[in-house]
């Protein structure tokens, strides 16, 4: 929810809350997800612009998954998983650089105006998000760079929990399917249960009250109504999500209560032992919101995906082990990527120098190989690793000199020793 200014009359001395090692354990780790999301292409906004125009900057708790944004648009409504970044970019005139804009957050957005920020204070969150893409793949990348940053500090046993809410109409037909559901049981269900079935039928699927798991368990499914295209991104998302060994758990009952998500929503949790029934911890959260941009003063939808980094769960997990981020190193290389079985696995490729320290420029949004090719040259690097449909099935990838237009094929097992190699 919106932070509060900190007062200039103020005279206390205000108490730190953490230790210095609880700091260096929440910078440590929003600095190593940081390190990992420039990797990938993700640039860091520091804070919202001031406020303007009503909207206000919100905070996304993982931990209770709700946050206010007050604006002329929403009319001071509650509003769960909000999005803080979708304000800078609609305020900062995003839209119009190239697409998609990947964008993170270390720690809350505070506006500008904000000159007092309570002293020694740590991150509690880590948010990446992509703006101005329909792509599957942009679904899949925000998962896969958090699951790489909770990788990176000592998390081995992590699956996403995941579901299809679909587009605008295969929400609105599974939503009359819900109500005539619930409706038949109404009188059966919990208080609270009661009034959301009259204005927010989806918030019935997060009851946890034991009286309600029975008819949560046997109600009508969202991806059982999904349209043709929902479908299809769905689809894809799984199979990204295959092609980089995620464990993940398609569940019916994970939704979004608000109508301006879309198609994807997910959970990052620690798989449990098998002899552990407790429910899974979990460490992050996200989703697809096309839909939001427009309630938030925007003239049309922009499509948006985004996730958010728990940081006081996940350093206070047992197997949290800090590990050091590591400094970025100028790219020389421009990695392209043609076709959709490529794509399924350019960020196993990608993953793969980024361990070796090789340091690359990519656009995995864009399908275009001359326009690839054309924005590798503007980029001045001399190199360029091509990866298509050929490539991928033979595990190989194409190097090509910018220069001189001679190439080169690899294997993808030998690429990084090859790079190391030949790119002094």
Do not use: W
């Not at 500008?112 to 990348?141: C, N, Q």
């Not at 960020?347 to 275009?368: G, P, W």
């Amino acid at each position: 929810m919106p932070k509060e200014k900190a007062s200039s009359k103020t005279t206390t001395k205000t108490k730190s809350k953490f230790s210095p090692s609880e700091l260096l354990k929440y910078h440590g780790f929003a600095e190593k997800a940081a390190e990992i999301a420039l990797y990938y292409g993700f640039t860091q906004l520091r804070a919202a612009q001031p406020d303007t125009q009503g909207a206000q900057s919100a905070t996304v708790k993982a931990a209770s998954k709700k946050a206010v944004v007050k604006s002329k648009q929403a009319s001071e409504e509650t509003i769960e998983g909000i999005s803080p970044i979708m304000h800078s970019y609609i305020e900062q005139g995003m839209q119009a650089l190239p697409q998609p804009v990947k964008l993170y957050c270390n720690g809350t957005l505070k506006h500008e105006e904000d000159k007092h920020p309570a002293p020694r204070s740590a991150p509690d969150e880590f948010t990446l998000e992509v703006l101005g893409s329909t792509r599957s793949i942009s679904d899949a990348m925000v998962i896969f760079v958090a699951i790489i940053a909770l990788r990176e500090v000592g998390f081995t046993n992590i699956f996403v929990d995941i579901n299809s809410l679909g587009d605008a109409e295969s929400r609105k037909e599974y939503q009359k399917q819900l109500l005539v559901y619930y409706r038949k049981v109404s009188s059966h269900l919990c208080t609270d249960c009661k009034h959301n079935l009259k204005s927010h039928v989806l918030a019935l699927l997060e009851c946890d009250k034991p009286q309600c798991q029975q008819f949560k368990e046997k109600a009508p499914q969202t991806i059982a109504h999904l349209s043709v295209e929902s479908k299809q991104h769905f689809k894809e998302v799984l199979e990204f999500l295959d092609a980089l060994n995620i464990v993940y758990r398609i569940n019916t009952n994970l939704v979004r209560g608000l109508d301006f998500y879309t198609h994807t929503v997910f959970e990052l949790a620690e798989m449990p032992s098998e002899d552990d029934n407790a429910t899974p911890e979990v460490f992050a959260v996200g989703g697809r919101y096309d839909g939001l941009a427009k309630k938030l003063g925007s003239k049309k939808d922009i499509p948006a995906v985004g996730c958010t980094l728990d940081l006081p769960k996940i350093v206070a997990s047992k197997h949290y082990k800090p590990s050091t981020a590591r400094a970025q190193k100028k790219a020389k290389i421009y990695f392209i990527q043609i076709g959709f079985e490529a794509k399924l696995k350019s960020m196993e490729v990608l993953e793969l120098l980024r361990t070796a320290r090789i340091q690359v420029i990519h656009a995995l949004a864009k399908d275009s190989l001359m326009q690839q090719l054309a924005t590798a040259e503007k980029s001045g690097v001399q190199h360029a690793i091509i990866f298509g449909q050929k490539e991928a099935i033979d595990g190989t990838v194409i190097i090509r000199n910018l220069d001189t237009r001679s190439q080169e094929i690899v294997k993808i097992k030998d690429l990084a020793d090859h790079i190391k190699r030949e790119m002094k």
